[in-house]
């Protein structure tokens, strides 16, 4: 068997506690390794919070640019290039993935992109995505795990290829007549902005709840708001 590299910390998963805890323990002198199977910094800055309200911030103009009458301001005819809104958004994230790397480099913990498994006890088998493998001991090892969009077992709807909020993230076209499923916090964000440019824009849960009982009513009055802009 081949010999493991040692660490003083193992961390599988980049993401909020992952990233924060590989950089005290780096930087206190621990050699410290993560390993990422992706998204740099975890799901946060790549394609959940951050973006979502990158393009929210988006929306928000193109709000008040369809009300400016309102204000005494002419801009007519107000248009959306979603083309454009993507890659202010994916602008944002490469700085925040800089912004990620330059913190391994200053303290020294190790960022290894790939996947890891556990082999025997405090020891994993890294499948870098460059095709390699490693073999990596830890004196301690931590788990940052994270999570994945599912889709609700109706019959036709993965037919259907319904968006995920990471597809959602990357698309340059703006639905009509938008659906959100659920109402956790990445599809919050993402159908917010999203209503701005929607005919018609509704949310609902796998429970069968009434939305209007469940969703706070600042949201309702949101939507009614971006009814009058589509």
Not at 109 to 116: K, Q, R, T, Y
């Given at each position: 068997m081949v010999e493991p590299e040692h660490f003083d910390v193992l961390i599988i998963g980049s993401g909020q506690g992952g990233k924060l805890l590989a950089w005290h323990m780096a930087g206190s002198?621990?050699?410290?390794?993560?390993?990422e199977r992706r998204w740099i910094g975890g799901s946060c800055p790549n394609i959940a919070c951050m973006p979502s309200k990158n393009v929210m911030w988006s929306a928000r103009v193109a709000h008040l640019a369809h009300h400016a009458g309102q204000?005494?301001?002419?801009?007519?005819?107000?248009e959306t290039d979603m083309a454009a809104v993507l890659q202010r958004k994916r602008d944002m994230v490469n700085r925040e993935i800089e912004l990620h790397l330059q913190n391994y480099r200053a303290t020294g913990?190790?960022?290894?992109?790939?996947?890891?498994r556990f082999v025997a006890p405090k020891i994993l088998e890294a499948h870098l995505n460059d095709g390699s493998t490693r073999l990596l001991a830890g004196e301690r090892v931590f788990l940052n795990l994270g999570s994945h969009a599912a889709i609700p077992g109706i019959p036709g709807l993965e037919a259907a290829r319904p968006l995920t909020h990471v597809r959602r993230s990357n698309s340059t076209t703006c639905p009509r007549i938008w659906s959100c499923s659920e109402e956790g916090m990445s599809a919050s964000n993402w159908h917010r902005p999203i209503a701005v440019s929607a005919a018609a824009s509704v949310s609902w849960r796998s429970d069968h709840s009434s939305p209007a009982g469940k969703i706070?009513?600042?949201?309702?009055?949101?939507?009614?708001?971006c009814a009058t802009t589509a």
């Open positions: 002198g621990h050699r410290t390794a993560v390993i204000f005494g301001i002419v801009a007519d005819p107000v913990a190790e960022l290894i992109m790939g996947s890891g706070p009513t600042s949201r309702m009055q949101f939507w009614r708001c």
